[in-house]
């Protein structure tokens, strides 16, 4: 059964870059489509960006465009978040979802998820 866990989370100042990793184990990523959510305190989930597993088609939310980069390292079995730009208000926890899928999907269809990282931007 497959299972995700976020790590690469921390404090980090605005403008500043931090790089998010999934590890999946279980089972191989090359099947499932991956999405990256966040949310913060008080707010609503947000998805953040996907990965279709049926090509190399990625999706970005308007608010991290630009700035974020989703990647797959396959011989590792794990997916990448790579953050630049920081901005106060990408603080949030941040979480990986995965599942056995051809494309991107919203939140309410992935079936497995990770625990979550905390990132924090302040000065």
């Known amino acids: 059964q497959l299972q995700l866990v976020e790590s690469g989370g921390g404090l980090v100042q605005p403008g500043g870059s931090l790089r998010l990793s999934c590890a999946a184990s279980?089972?191989?990523?090359?099947?499932?489509?991956i999405g990256w959510f966040r949310q913060a305190p008080g707010k609503e989930r947000e998805g953040v960006s996907c990965?279709?597993?049926?090509?190399?088609?990625?999706e970005y939310a308007d608010s991290v465009k630009g700035r974020f980069t989703i990647s797959r390292d396959k011989a590792e079995h794990r997916v990448y978040l790579q953050m630049h730009s920081l901005k106060p208000e990408d603080t949030a926890i941040y979480y990986c979802?995965?599942?056995?899928?051809?494309?991107?999907?919203?939140?309410?269809?992935?079936?497995?998820w990770g625990q979550g990282t905390q990132v924090t931007v302040s000065s």
């Open positions: 979802a995965a599942d056995y899928l051809y494309y991107c999907a919203g939140a309410e269809e992935y079936d497995y």
């Open positions: 279980g089972d191989t990523l090359d099947y499932y489509a």
């Open positions: 990965s279709a597993s049926s090509s190399d088609y990625t």
